[in-house]
């Protein structure tokens, strides 16, 4: 990309830099006023935080959380502009503990000189927490209105003290609208229309993937071109670098697309299940984590409702372990429709959970003494094995007998549903328990 072309000229008093030195065309259609930001309405709205407190003067420490290129930047450039505070930027992947301490001391210099200072700290999440906690005395005192930005959740990676002390506001990608005005005013700036067809215009919208920064230095990189004709969507692909998906594997868009998988499949809705999978395997994801978490969810969400997920799941992670990728993401594809199909019973996971809370809290007890070994004539003058029913033994191969501990008394747990083959288990276990009702009845 070469945005020497262009007549993008800085403006020498606004930037501080020598005449006519050349700038990106991102730079140039900075927006300079809320008005001018495209998106982000929920956000600008006029009866919202950010607008009444600039009305009031009295503009808040925020920590602004979205993807890249949703204008986080931009928002904290504006909210400078118009409050009239003076503005200082650093970057935690860029500036050392030294430097933030000094911009501290240069903060307080100005208040004592009457002019605020609105600090923003880009990947404000790459501070460590003691780091973090050094913002907290000039917060508090007012010596910087602090602007975080940061593409993490705020929640995991900055201080609580920190968060009490800002107001958190979520950014979200920019809409096809947003950056289809993006687009329109690129063209006006530069006098010349993208060469497009309208179907590629659209491509070029969805491969920006909501970043309006990232749009425009494609935008930039097509009106560089020397084309007779306008381009097609498959000529688009072939000029222009394909976008990696918005994903990181340790991070958490990690944490909401396996969230989206697993809340699809439980929810019976094949499509979604396969766009989640889809979207996780072309972001680079691990294919064997998906398995394990697929192996989860037949024991946990499928359950006794179908016993041969689990044999369809663990049969699926032998495939890609032979097959490898590409050809053996297809099983995973059909596991996903498989599961997501499936009838569903999470009844054997909830039994689970209530017989571990009684085993914690019950204590070392005894096995009854009728269900117990009674090897030695010790063991057998003591009781062991006294009473013991030989289920095979009885006429419907069960014996009825209990086999809590005496302290405990029966426990029912396990509650089979209606659905898939838990009918068949829910219908036997009451049969087992008119069964164990009429012996006793019969004591």
């Not at 990696?244 to 909401?256: I, M, T, W």
């Not at 571990?356 to 063991?379: F, Q, V």
């Not at 029912?412 to 219908?427: C, F, I, L, M």
């Amino acid at each position: 990309m070469n945005a020497m072309l262009f007549d993008l000229t800085t403006n020498e008093k606004e930037k501080g830099t020598a005449k006519n030195v050349r700038r990106p065309l991102a730079d140039v259609l900075r927006p300079q006023s809320l008005g001018a930001i495209f998106g982000h309405e929920d956000v600008l709205a006029e009866e919202g935080t950010i607008r009444q407190a600039l009305n009031e003067g009295a503009l808040p420490s925020l920590i602004l959380w979205g993807p890249p290129g949703c204008g986080k930047t931009t928002l904290a450039h504006v909210l400078a502009r118009e409050s009239g505070y003076r503005f200082v930027a650093l970057s935690a992947a860029l500036h050392s503990t030294t430097e933030v301490k000094q911009a501290f001391a240069e903060a307080e210099m100005y208040r004592a000189q009457g002019k605020n200072t609105l600090m923003l700290v880009d990947e404000i999440h790459r501070f460590n927490r003691t780091q973090q906690d050094l913002f907290l005395p000039y917060m508090e005192n007012g010596t910087i209105t602090l602007i975080g930005a940061t593409t993490e959740n705020p929640s995991f990676e900055l201080n609580s003290a920190l968060l009490s002390r800002a107001k958190v506001v979520m950014m979200k990608p920019l809409t096809e609208e947003a950056l289809e005005k993006i687009v329109a005013q690129a063209e006006k700036t530069m006098g010349r229309s993208l060469p497009l067809t309208p179907q590629a215009k659209k491509n070029l919208l969805a491969l920006a993937d909501g970043d309006g920064r990232y749009l425009l230095n494609l935008v930039e990189e097509l009106l560089t071109l020397k084309v007779s004709t306008p381009l097609s969507p498959e000529e688009l692909a072939k000029r222009l670098r394909k976008r990696a998906l918005r994903y990181d594997k340790s991070r958490e868009e990690h944490y909401n697309l396996i969230s989206a998988l697993h809340k699809s499949l439980r929810g019976s809705d094949p499509d979604a299940a396969l766009y989640w999978l889809s979207r996780m395997l072309a972001g680079g994801e691990e294919p064997l984590y998906i398995l394990r978490r697929l192996v989860r969810f037949a024991v946990e969400d499928v359950g006794m409702a179908d016993p041969h997920a689990l044999v369809k799941a663990n049969a699926a992670k032998e495939a890609y372990d032979f097959l490898g990728s590409p050809e053996g993401e297809l099983a995973i594809a059909e596991l996903v429709v498989y599961l997501a199909t499936a009838p569903k019973s999470n009844a054997a996971y909830v039994a689970f959970g209530a017989a571990m809370k009684d085993a914690r809290a019950k204590g070392s007890l005894m096995p009854p003494k009728h269900i117990l070994n009674a090897p030695t004539e010790l063991m057998q003058n003591e009781g062991y094995g006294k009473g013991y029913h030989y289920d095979h033994d009885t006429e419907e191969g069960f014996s009825g007998q209990d086999y809590f501990p005496e302290e405990m008394g029966r426990r029912d747990y396990y509650q089979p549903t209606s659905r898939g083959y838990e009918r068949e288990v829910k219908a036997r276990l009451e049969r087992f328990a008119q069964i164990r009702d009429k012996n006793k009845g019969e004591k």
